[in-house]
């Protein structure tokens, strides 16, 4: 069978790509940072005792700033694929910590290609790159439209972007970027604004909180459904030869449509339980990030699924269920239409 290295398997995208890569027959290893309580509730559902018999899903402890014990999982574990999804990736977050930005989300990336030319040249690679790298470029974006960053996160995705495609041309490694815009689920953090709003209108309704706090309204961003941009990172690794994609809708919505969707949903109005903080508005604001991604729906033959209004609906239903209230249904049945019995059918 194949073998899969996830960093960053704890995570939204680590997760469903766990699965997904479970289901197609993978022993699938991840990396995860120790820590003195658990962290792996995302995965606690397909984990199983690395001494059953069955056990194809393996976690290793380490960290993206410790090449050593990089170098080392990769010797002992010989992937034939690697999925570089780890990172500090909150945007507002990397303003504030912009040094261990850079040493994780930019050097980790450098850390695990030298590792696998070390290694094993003909591992495939993937790097996770990020839509932020476009930042005040104007939409709609490509694969051939120029960047400009607009925080440290995206200034450390780019610099990974371009180790990438420096370790493809100047080794003959294939290794590739899945240029990503948003993409959401229920399993999106809780500090991600599309989650704080989701989860947010499901505290209000049970009565825990009276409002939610946010920033920048009128940004607008290119929204999709996590699961289906994590099948897109393994199609990208099934071709011949690596290459770099953006994956994306194509449509974009402001933050004040995301509230306007989640509170319509639920019957009640954003305006009376939403207030404006400064803090958490960012030094240097992305206005609009849309997603051109003809090379992806035509090579790869991947297009999405899920829009805008059904993947509301499916995020406030799972945390409406999470805070014990009756969820209004919606979500649950979208998720059965476009994706009957598949591995992506849990939260």
């Given amino acids: 069978m194949k073998i899969a290295f996830i960093t960053g398997i704890t995570g939204q995208d680590g997760s469903y790509l766990a699965e997904l890569l479970l289901s197609k027959g993978y022993e699938v290893h991840g990396l995860v940072r120790r820590s003195s309580t658990f962290n792996t509730s995302r995965i606690d559902h397909i984990y199983m005792d690395p001494?059953?018999?069955?056990?194809?899903?393996?976690?290793?402890?380490?960290?993206?700033?410790?090449?050593e014990m990089i170098t080392n999982i990769m010797y002992n574990i010989k992937p034939d694929e690697v999925y570089h999804l780890g990172a500090q990736s909150h945007v507002r977050v990397s303003f504030d910590t912009p040094e261990y930005t850079g040493n994780v989300t930019a050097l980790g990336s450098t850390r695990l290609l030298e590792a696998a030319r070390r290694g094993n040249r003909e591992m495939k690679f993937y790097q996770a790159s990020s839509s932020e790298m476009f930042g005040a470029t104007p939409p709609p974006q490509s694969e051939e439209t120029c960047f400009w960053p607009r925080?440290?996160?995206?200034?450390?995705?780019?610099?990974?972007?371009?180790?990438?495609?420096?370790?493809?041309d100047g080794y003959g490694m294939f290794a590739a970027n899945g240029i990503l815009f948003n993409h959401e689920s229920p399993r999106r953090g809780e500090t991600f604004v599309t989650r704080k709003i989701t989860r947010s209108v499901a505290k209000i309704l049970s009565g825990k909180e009276k409002y939610l706090?946010?920033?920048n309204l009128d940004a607008k961003r290119d929204w999709g459904y996590a699961p289906e941009y994590v099948e897109c990172m393994w199609k990208i690794v099934q071709e011949d030869k690596s290459d770099d994609y953006v994956v994306g809708t194509g449509e974009t919505h402001t933050v004040r449509e995301f509230l306007d969707a989640?509170?319509?949903?639920?019957?009640?109005?954003?305006?009376?339980?939403?207030?404006?903080?400064?803090?958490?508005?960012?030094?240097?604001?992305?206005?609009?990030?849309?997603?051109d991604a003809k090379k992806a729906e035509t090579i790869l033959k991947w297009k999405p699924k899920v829009k805008f209004g059904d993947l509301v609906k499916i995020m406030v239903d799972s945390d409406l269920r999470r805070q014990g209230q009756t969820p209004i249904g919606e979500g649950d049945s979208l998720i059965q239409k476009h994706f009957p019995l598949r591995w992506w059918k849990k939260d």
């Fill in 51 to 67: 001494h059953s018999a069955d056990a194809r899903m393996f976690l290793h402890y380490g960290d993206l700033s410790d090449s």
């Fill in 151 to 168: 925080s440290p996160y995206a200034c450390a995705k780019l610099y990974s972007y371009w180790m990438v495609k420096n370790y493809r």
């Fill in 213 to 215: 706090y946010l920033g």
């Fill in 262 to 291: 989640v509170f319509d949903y639920v019957d009640l109005k954003f305006e009376d339980h939403v207030r404006i903080d400064p803090k958490y508005f960012r030094p240097t604001e992305v206005e609009s990030l849309v997603a």
